[in-house]
Nanobody
Framework: VQLQASGGGLVPAGGSLNLSCAAS????????IAWFRQAPGKEREGVLC????????YFSDSVKGRFTTSRDNAKNTVHLQMNSLKPEDTAVYYC????????????????????WGQGTLVTVSS
């Protein structure tokens, strides 16, 4: 059972990146999904969460209107599309998955997940 995040890199301010979170060993579309990030010297913070089956979503105020998430069930993958990137978006981004049926806001605030992926570094230059 594994989550694999990828797609990070260096991008100029205003640019876009698409991160992927691929699951192996379980079917991702049955799980709640979340993206978190941790900037250098800062605590981990939630980016966005989506409940199992996509019933509810919850976004950090800092990314509303700029970041979206989508599922590719055929590839057992979730994507994080990041647009209008800012230098303050620079961080290691992590994906997480959980098989329970809580609302997205619960996951955002409690950060309790069955599985965590390794991080992928996003650097936004000014």
């Amino acid at each position: 059972v594994q989550l694999q995040a990828s797609g990070g890199g260096l991008v100029p301010a205003g640019g876009s990146l698409n991160l992927s979170c691929a699951a192996s060993g379980f079917t991702l579309d049955r799980y709640a999904i979340a993206w978190f990030r941790q900037a250098p010297g800062k605590e981990r913070e939630g980016v966005l969460c989506i409940s199992a089956r996509g019933g509810t979503t919850y976004f950090s105020d800092s990314v509303k209107g700029r970041f979206t998430t989508s599922r590719d069930n055929a590839k057992n993958t979730v994507h994080l599309q990041m647009n209008s990137l800012k230098p303050e978006d620079t961080a290691v981004y992590y994906c997480a998955a959980d098989g329970r049926r809580y609302r997205a806001s619960w996951y955002y605030h409690h950060a309790q997940f069955d599985y965590w992926g390794q991080g992928t570094l996003v650097t936004v230059s000014s």
